[in-house]
């Protein structure tokens, strides 16, 4: 069997009754908490994500003065989001590598889709707090956040800090995870999948379905360039369902601008 | 006019339409995450602060052997339960004054009702994250995290680690804000009002009618003993309906126990 | 019997001799070091705490411009106050919740006396330094320091840098301790008994007696209405002894003013 | 014209006169320093990075009586590694997020090929520090830090800590950058072009021609399918290349084993 | 002139009106606070430090099972020890270099006169305390943290922790300041004549005479073989000052022993 | 047999064969990177350090507006430049109390031969990283940072950034350690014989012979006053020796200036 046919060839019955190439259960609840700019909780599965962006005036030192603007993004687990209680960083005294590291891969997503130079001397400030996870905690976060920034832009507008949230967005932006599971690459995986993946990738996409990251890691089985292309394919899939997830729930809340 | 008067002979209108002796509206949602031994969101008016219970075999090093347990707390907001978003203490490398303070008064509250014998060498962490904060935050943690410590007991006795969470709670525990407010003494006071306040206390009671904690200040202005009587009259009313609300909701989901 | 009698109804010897609504001998000495603008050595028993009121021109960023003075403190114990040695907080490389709190509590109780706009854009900072600690060194913290406030603003006033240190200064401010041991209402509890106490209340109060700052846990033993009562009228009474013996130091190098 | 045929058909003159598809030259130093069980100096056109390999008995508290071995790396750049000085992480206090993230990339890379059973209860730590940076500096890493390791286990095999060297390494794996520059794909950036490339790719590989780890970014412009698929071309061939470079390396010294 | 000459040539008036190669007035009280095994001020003029000496039994983990014990220091100066105040060092959260510096020197020289086999595996931890700096606190710090020591040597065999204090104390150590002002070499240098300055030097001896640390530093001006000859006679003449100071006050208390 | 004569007496034959009065062999390169204004390698027999001289307009905070330059240093030792690894710095959160005084003591030392006000208001950092560790690193530290801060004031003066190289440099500097080793005085300790010194000496000289610093240690034995005389001596005879390499290394690439 050649790996291409590996994903219509057969039933795979995941734990949770999924295909191999369907997405968990995605819901987007926008103005989630009252006060910041965009507020969005994201639950796919059984993960949830709580994403605000917040829009302040200024940028910081290093970009002064550009006639640009920034985006910036921090994740973080609440201690009980996991089974095992995880100790708070603040606590701890400094962030860990893993947090930085997918604090970094936010920032850079979406900053992928932002025209800084329509944003003007602004800063867009995107928070992704885990209230509880179950695998695929940082494609959550890019997705929740992209709608949290559009509010938080459409506020902007409607103060009249900038000119047109529009401009400002060039694309869309999702990510979802991917992954090889006992040689079966899958789409979307829960936290019990994840543990046993050999290969784990990260793909965020825009809405014009180009690519703006791809992270793929195969710490416990290297994964050859076929494979590569059938979870490429997936995450196309996928990233493609999200999106629509995310206009519908841009439009609901209606005439925001 | 006597101060002791003062809450019954007027009409006094808040910002909110409350009279100056009534707690905002009061929600409790047990089992708000999946994951926790006890999880709750405690909602009081604008104030919401998730509550999270974990109940871990075995105590601090400094406590072994004592057959006692042991009962801790950590407070911490998020970014953006504020007006204006708050660096994250992750970030800024160490636990501020104001959250060492609060989780200590958290953690002392709590362990003022439960039996460290009977709870046995088994430790309960309690986290309360603001997630929208408008005033009262600390004594909402109190509330919210009765609850949350209940269920985990119910889940300790269930899964056969204690003989009986009744047995270790000895009380409940509900905590309220009080202060005063251009001379008026008033329960329960949202930001506008906290900001306020010349007197500002926070009263934790146990359902018998007990102080367990009394902490005052008056940076802005000294007050009397007799003002100190109405505050506590008032702090006494407000933690009965909150103790209402903590058996209210421990009674909804039904037979835990 | 009623709890109210019980102060006056028994001879209670405790372990030091003294009275239940006995403070233990305080003595304070001005310009115990030769540069601090203000230098204290409070004694309260065998607990000593060195007080330094540092004056300085200007506010923190946050206060400029605002025509307002400020007051800030911190506690730190050195290693050998206590019977056991404390590793230091430096070389921990963080302040630990204890010291955040007593600071913090310090601060509230000193700034509740002080005129901020008398006081004008400059800024007292306190810091108390326990050499050696037998319970109730935070509230000798509160009555030292404002000795050492005194004694910088008549230096400020000498040095021309405000006006009137009198007009400054709108009340004197003490604390002391109480507590409930063995159901015993006691005043001014040394280590032995703090160690043992259910209750225990620090109670800050101004010249004219009134509280600034109340604060009493109950850890170990909820307390009563009551009981409440019977442990304000010993810490109003401690306080009154307290005030008396600053005004006697502030009386007796003569005429700073 | 095709992106397919980008690379061959137009002679691309790179700032320093390479083709698209050629490396820097590459030089790989074993035993740069005498005392660690490996020591690589790799220098990738002006990159030199300084890999050491630190074998040690025993493993993390966390892997203990697994009877499984760990590998773990970390990063770092010397202050005048480049152009303007970068402040120690050291003196400020914290390791930040790109070192974090290089750190625990280099980390996943040589597990990747390591088989934890055969190297047993035994650490191997790998120490990567850039002594001068000109773009590339983590994938020179990967493939120096691979001899290095590999050094470090024919010295454990020769001192009987392992059996054979042979059996814990499973494959090789080197690493290289490649992107896109002005809509040209390209092979191994130094700083220029890196600093001017829209999409920025790592990709380090196994000798048997597969994938570890994938790292596609686009901040500043996404990228095709198409675009993607060049890029792992010329990745592939970068690979292969750096990987007959450690094989010369690595029989240069003679009969280790 | 010769250099050799300069002391005894010319009748240096200093700004305290002494003579060159005289100390300031010394003082050294013992049992300073009750608790510590050892608790000493000494007061070199105007400056004083605040020395406890801590006698534990047992050693860290790196020096257990050597049948040796261990003698550590620690160095700190209080915020207004000094003219200015200096921030703390658990505020700031490090260390810095000063403090590390000096308190490694005093574990150094106390090391230096103490027999670590006849300690046996018991700890001595010296806390140095700057109450008031007016130079030389690092020299005062050693002269007194012997005497500190001494005293908790004694009582550790007082209470059998040891056999003899005689026999752990090899020698005793005191330790002075001299520099050159203006040319001319001068002994015990306050804060005033430090500042000044060229050449500064820090010279700690043992009662027979020998040295046990030299650190001569001349950052503004270097010095030469015959001005360190002059230097360093002045340092022995302090030094057998000193310890008869040491001496005298150990005699006092009387009967330790 | 008189101390004196102890250097000439016998034929000390050590270790690695030398004389006690014999340096290692000292080789000095230039230029060892690309991108520093300085950049040196120094190597002291096994002990090799990477020496880089960073030149930049201004200066700090505190001595702006002064017309006065400033020189400061930073050391720092790669993990695996010891026979143990030696875990990073950065990883620990905090600089080491060694480091500190290290990077302290190269500072002065290079400000000593420093004219700030010929370097008008600019800085050099210097940054001593130890590649490998065989005793004497802080001695190689401070003649090899010399090197390199010439070619940086040399790279100053062809910039216009300064008007003459040899202006700002009032002297050489260099340093060597010398020790007494089973009563035998012996210059240049490499690692074997510094951990079996019993007193040790760093000895920083200028090129007209002057000390800028002397620090002795006798942790193990103190030393009299006859043995530090022989120890000056050598260390005058190393120091002379270092000075001759530094002139040629610094001739070497010819016509810099």
Redesign the interface.
């Given at each position: 069997m050649e790996i291409k046919d590996m994903i219509s060839s057969t039933t795979v019955i995941r734990p949770d009754g999924r295909q191999s190439d369907e997405l968990r259960p995605v819901r987007i609840t926008r103005a989630f908490?009252?006060?910041?700019e965009g507020?969005v909780l994201i639950e796919c599965g059984?993960t949830?994500v709580?994403c605000?962006a917040?829009f302040?005036q200024g940028v910081p030192r290093w970009r002064k003065d550009s006639g640009l603007g920034w985006v910036t993004a921090?994740y973080?687990m609440?201690?009980?989001?996991?089974?095992e209680?995880t100790d708070?960083?603040?606590?701890r005294?400094?962030?860990?590598?893993?947090?930085?590291?997918i604090?970094?891969l936010i920032g850079?997503c979406l900053?992928?889709v932002v025209d800084m130079k329509a944003l003007g001397e602004n800063q867009i400030?995107l928070?992704c707090?885990v209230?509880?996870a179950d695998g695929g905690t940082r494609t959550a976060s890019i997705t929740g956040a992209y709608v949290a920034m559009v509010d938080a832009l459409r506020w902007a507008q409607r103060n009249r800090r900038i000119r047109s949230a529009k401009r400002v967005i060039k694309?869309s932006v999702s990510a979802v995870s991917v992954g090889v599971i006992d040689g079966r690459p899958m789409l979307d995986l829960p936290y019990l999948e994840d543990s046993r993946a050999m290969t784990d990738?990260n793909v965020a996409?825009?809405g014009?379905?180009?690519?703006?990251?791809?992270?793929?890691?195969?710490?416990?089985r290297?994964?050859?360039?076929d494979e590569?292309d059938v979870l490429?394919d997936l995450a196309t899939k996928g990233n493609r369902e999200l999106q629509a997830a995310q206009r519908a729930a841009l439009e609901e809340l209606g005439a925001a601008e």
């Amino acid at each position: 069997m050649e790996i291409k046919d590996m994903i219509s060839s057969t039933t795979v019955i995941r734990p949770d009754g999924r295909q191999s190439d369907e997405l968990r259960p995605v819901r987007i609840t926008r103005a989630f908490t009252d006060v910041p700019e965009g507020s969005v909780l994201i639950e796919c599965g059984n993960t949830r994500v709580m994403c605000t962006a917040t829009f302040t005036q200024g940028v910081p030192r290093w970009r002064k003065d550009s006639g640009l603007g920034w985006v910036t993004a921090e994740y973080s687990m609440l201690p009980r989001a996991t089974a095992e209680r995880t100790d708070r960083e603040s606590v701890r005294g400094k962030v860990g590598g893993r947090t930085h590291e997918i604090s970094r891969l936010i920032g850079r997503c979406l900053r992928g889709v932002v025209d800084m130079k329509a944003l003007g001397e602004n800063q867009i400030q995107l928070d992704c707090d885990v209230l509880q996870a179950d695998g695929g905690t940082r494609t959550a976060s890019i997705t929740g956040a992209y709608v949290a920034m559009v509010d938080a832009l459409r506020w902007a507008q409607r103060n009249r800090r900038i000119r047109s949230a529009k401009r400002v967005i060039k694309d869309s932006v999702s990510a979802v995870s991917v992954g090889v599971i006992d040689g079966r690459p899958m789409l979307d995986l829960p936290y019990l999948e994840d543990s046993r993946a050999m290969t784990d990738m990260n793909v965020a996409m825009t809405g014009s379905g180009e690519f703006i990251e791809i992270q793929g890691t195969a710490e416990h089985r290297p994964f050859s360039r076929d494979e590569l292309d059938v979870l490429l394919d997936l995450a196309t899939k996928g990233n493609r369902e999200l999106q629509a997830a995310q206009r519908a729930a841009l439009e609901e809340l209606g005439a925001a601008e």
